[in-house]
């Protein structure tokens, strides 16, 4: 599961954090999670931008969702880079929904001329899992999961979508 989060809207917002958590989503078992911040001046200078509204709406979150965005900061190259060290060729990933980070962390690679390291076609979207899930159960479906750690903490919100993940497929007859 990835979460980002961001100064700015897709499809160039200036992405701060990178969170991934490393998960089976059929034993639910929860593997390795990875906390990864952006200098933010390095996503500006490859053409990423910030957008003034998104920068005064992080000043009213939680302060230790705003210093989880500085905490281990590196040059946006240096993060992306260690980003794919945690892929194999056979890995599914998961976003929510996938048409924002997802999108915009591919688009990241691309300005800085690094390879994705997973294809399109191994995207999944607990968004539209969810979805299922309250069609599944005629709209009365609610995961059991309690939220982990911090609103938009990326690493802590990857954790929680990827604890939600795991609880629907375990709750439902839906496979992905």
């Known amino acids: 599961m990835i979460d980002l989060e961001m100064m700015g809207p897709p499809p160039l917002g200036a992405i701060c954090t ?25 996503a500006v200078d490859v053409g990423m931008k910030m957008d003034p509204n998104t920068v005064v709406w992080w000043a009213w979150q939680d302060p230790d ?7 281990g900061q590196e040059d946006i190259k ?7 060290e945690y892929f194999t060729p056979e890995d599914t990933v998961w976003g929510m929904p996938i048409g ?16 994705a390291p997973w294809h399109t076609n191994q995207e999944r979207c607990l968004s539209k899992l ?25 690493e802590d919100d990857a954790l929680t979508q990827a604890l939600q993940t795991c609880d629907i497929i375990a709750n439902t007859n839906i496979r992905v």
Do not use: W
């Not at 490393?22 to 390095?42: D, M, P």
């Not at 240096?78 to 794919?84: D, F, K, N």
């Open 130 to 154: 969810k979805k299922q899930a309250r069609a599944s159960k005629r709209g009365k479906f609610v995961t059991g999961v309690v939220r982990v750690g911090t609103h938009h903490n990326a």
């Open 100 to 115: 924002i980070d997802l999108v915009l962390l591919r688009k990241a690679f691309e300005l800085c001329s690094i390879p």
């Open 18 to 42: 990178i969170g991934l958590v490393r998960f089976n989503r059929y034993t639910g078992e929860i593997g390795r999670t990875v906390h990864l911040a952006v200098k933010l001046q390095s």
């Open 78 to 84: 240096i993060q992306l880079e260690a980003l794919c």
């Open 65 to 71: 969702a705003g210093r989880a965005l500085v905490r």
